[in-house]
């Protein structure tokens, strides 16, 4: 076997073998490489998502809607919170033989309580009272037929207006059902149906 010379082209006896050796290394720095590449393309994303992400709105709370009602004046009692009615007509009713009364806008009969105040005015039904006689309440002008306009007005009731009559706060019976009717005149002998003139009905039946 023939030495090889000084600048001959390797054979595969001495190099073929070191130099897969060398490929293989050099393929595997390379695939080393990659994946370094690919966790840290993924930790950038990552970081990015995060530093990016934006977190769920919570609904902001109606400032209107969870606003406390406004009180009723110091000389009201408590909050009279119940069931209300509400119209925008005073009329009065000729009962047969027995004066006259005053309805609501719907025709149903309207009541005073004696221990409400007229002057000034101010009402002391409230609470589990206002599901039995309801505060009778109003919004902007009231319309009259047969009834002074001089002897309306109203007292602030849960921020809303209750309307008076000759400066008694005026209620309807929840035992009413149709129009017409007086089943409250003289309950507990306190209530009574109203006149235009902001008096107590003395009628019965």
Same mark, same amino acid.
């Given at each position: +076997?023939?030495?090889?010379?000084?600048?001959?082209?390797?054979?595969?006896?001495?190099?073929?073998? =070191?130099?897969?050796?060398?490929?293989?290394?050099?393929?595997?720095?390379?695939?080393?490489?990659?994946?370094?590449?690919? $966790?840290?393309?993924?930790?950038?994303?990552?970081?990015?998502?995060?530093?990016?992400?934006? =977190? *769920?709105?919570?609904?902001?709370?109606?400032?209107?809607?969870?606003? =406390?009602?406004?009180?009723?004046?110091?000389?009201?009692?408590?909050? $009279?919170?119940?069931?209300?009615?509400?119209?925008?007509?005073?009329?009065?009713?000729?009962?047969?033989? +027995?004066?006259?009364?005053?309805?609501?806008?719907? $025709?149903?009969?309207?009541?005073?309580?004696?221990?409400?105040?007229?002057?000034?005015?101010?009402?002391?039904?409230?609470?589990?009272?206002?599901?039995?006689?309801? =505060?009778?309440?109003?919004?902007?002008?009231?319309?009259?037929?047969?009834?002074?306009?001089?002897?309306?007005g109203t007292v602030h009731r849960n921020g809303m207006k209750q309307v008076t009559l000759g400066?008694w706060p005026l209620y309807r019976y929840m035992g009413d059902t149709k129009a017409g009717q007086?089943? $409250?005149?003289?309950?507990?002998?306190?209530?009574?149906? *109203?006149?235009?003139?902001?008096?107590?009905?003395?009628?019965?039946?």
């Open positions: +076997m023939r030495e090889e010379a000084d600048g001959d082209f390797p054979t595969k006896g001495n190099f073929v073998i =070191p130099q897969r050796i060398v490929l293989a290394s050099a393929a595997g720095l390379v695939s080393a490489f990659l994946l370094a590449a690919c $966790g840290s393309s993924d930790d950038n994303a990552s970081s990015m998502n995060s530093g990016n992400a934006t =977190p *769920v709105a919570t609904a902001a709370s109606d400032p209107a809607s969870s606003a =406390p009602a406004t009180s009723a004046p110091a000389d009201s009692g408590d909050s $009279g919170s119940g069931h209300m009615a509400t119209t925008t007509m005073l009329m009065a009713k000729a009962v047969k033989g +027995m004066g006259s009364v005053v309805t609501d806008d719907k $025709g149903m009969t309207l009541y005073r309580y004696d221990k409400d105040q007229a002057t000034p005015s101010k009402w002391t039904c409230a609470g589990e009272c206002t599901k039995t006689w309801m =505060p009778v309440m109003v919004q902007g002008s009231v319309r009259t037929m047969g009834v002074k306009n001089s002897l309306l400066g007086m089943n $409250g005149q003289g309950k507990g002998m306190q209530w009574y149906a *109203v006149t235009p003139t902001g008096q107590k009905s003395t009628m019965t039946g």
